[in-house]
């Protein structure tokens, strides 16, 4: 069946101007998580949407940050005024159940900011 | 909040050795543990996981212990292949908390 997918692939965007990254998760996930990863780092983690609770969004970096989860299925990363440090890869992911269960991830949205 | 220690940051071998990679993490709540293997260029991929309730957990030529007095697990790959070069994430979670990431181990493997 279909995996995560994301949209764009790649994301060229000037400093200051605000983006929007696209999840698509598999169908039927309760799931939904966004991270980010730096160039040879690890995985940071951003925000968690489970079913209809509110999201927990404890790693959200900033207030320029935030995400939104519509219908219990697509979900968007909006990064406002961006500045060369969020460059970075933004990976998607879902689960059928609670963090116990694993994690399938997107391809991720490589965003570079000039 | 939950902080995951993993070490060594890169790890050579030659093909046909064993690899291990350690985790430490300080929440005494965390329960599940999971491997993520990430290739270059591609999504991190579930290679193996572990719950508190067991101490090992073997899946072929991969096994991952865990110590809980300790609060420290291990991911061990036997008879390591030229495919098995990939960077490696341990994590953990209480289960009611997001997943914390290691900072990875790039394995090479040497032919």
């Known amino acids: 069946g279909a995996g995560v997918s994301q949209s764009p692939s790649n994301k060229v965007t000037e400093k200051g101007k605000d983006v929007e990254l696209r999840c698509d998760p598999i169908s039927g996930h309760t799931a939904l998580y966004w991270y980010r990863q730096s160039l040879g780092q690890g995985l940071e983690f951003l925000i968690y949407f489970q079913g209809n609770s509110a999201p927990d969004k404890s790693g959200l970096p900033s207030d320029r940050f935030s995400a939104e989860r519509t219908g219990g299925s697509v979900s968007t990363l909006t990064i406002q005024r961006t500045q060369q440090e969020d460059s970075a890869v933004y990976l998607c992911?879902?689960?059928?159940?609670?963090?116990?269960?694993?994690?399938?991830f997107g391809p991720g949205t490589r965003l570079t900011v000039t | 909040g939950e902080n995951v220690e993993q070490h060594p940051s890169t790890l050579s071998v030659q093909e046909g050795d064993s690899a291990v990679i350690k985790c430490t993490y300080s929440d005494s709540a965390s329960n599940y543990f999971p491997w993520y293997k990430q290739e270059l260029g591609k999504r991190p991929q579930l290679i193996i996981d572990?719950?508190?309730?067991?101490g090992e957990k073997k899946d072929q030529r991969i096994a991952v212990t865990l110590n809980k007095t300790a609060k420290h697990f291990s991911l061990h790959i036997t008879e390591t292949q030229p495919e098995d070069s990939a960077v490696y994430f341990c994590?953990?979670?209480?289960?009611?908390?997001?997943?914390?990431f290691g900072k990875g181990t790039r394995l090479s493997v040497i032919a």
């Open positions: 992911a879902s689960s059928p159940g609670s963090v116990k269960y694993e994690q399938y």
């Open positions: 994590a953990a979670s209480s289960g009611n908390t997001p997943l914390v």
């Open positions: 572990i719950r508190s309730n067991v």
